[in-house]
């Protein structure tokens, strides 16, 4: 996918943050994917199961776009993926409010998501300032 990845950008913060929060996203899919894969009572799937696919897709984007963001030479287009990662992080944590109202047992590692995501949050932004 990227020709040249930057040697600082494993040691960023934001960046294992980034991939933390994917194999975080991914697991918890995983796991809800067999609470919410059954039929309600009337015969209809739950909609919270497209929100677990949701999250994996949102934060499997994260890390690409802090390499796309650190690979840029141009400042508006450093912003432009700076605001996509912005946009894919509100997302990703509306996703988690929306999962936590679903029928789960998973619940409790949602909430384990969303303070990993408050914690990238503020990475991003004093990141965003470095760049």
Not at 67 to 89: C, G, P, V
Not at 118 to 129: E, G, I, M, P, T
Request: aromatic content about 8%.
């Amino acid at each position: 996918m990227f020709s040249q990845i930057p040697s600082h950008l494993p040691e960023l913060p934001i960046y294992q943050k980034a991939i933390d929060i994917s194999h975080l996203s991914h697991s918890i899919s995983i796991y809800l994917r067999g609470d919410l894969s059954h039929l309600d009572s009337d015969g209809k799937e739950n909609k919270n199961i497209y929100f677990s696919g949701d999250i994996v897709q949102q934060s499997v984007s994260l890390a690409p776009e802090i390499i796309r963001a650190e690979l840029e030479t141009y400042s508006h287009k450093k912003h432009k993926h700076l605001s996509t990662l912005k946009t894919l992080t509100n997302r990703l944590y509306k996703n988690c409010s929306r999962l936590e109202k679903s029928s789960s047992n998973g619940k409790d590692y949602i909430l384990v998501l969303r303070k990993e995501l408050k914690s990238f949050k503020k990475l991003q932004r004093s990141w965003a300032l470095t760049l």
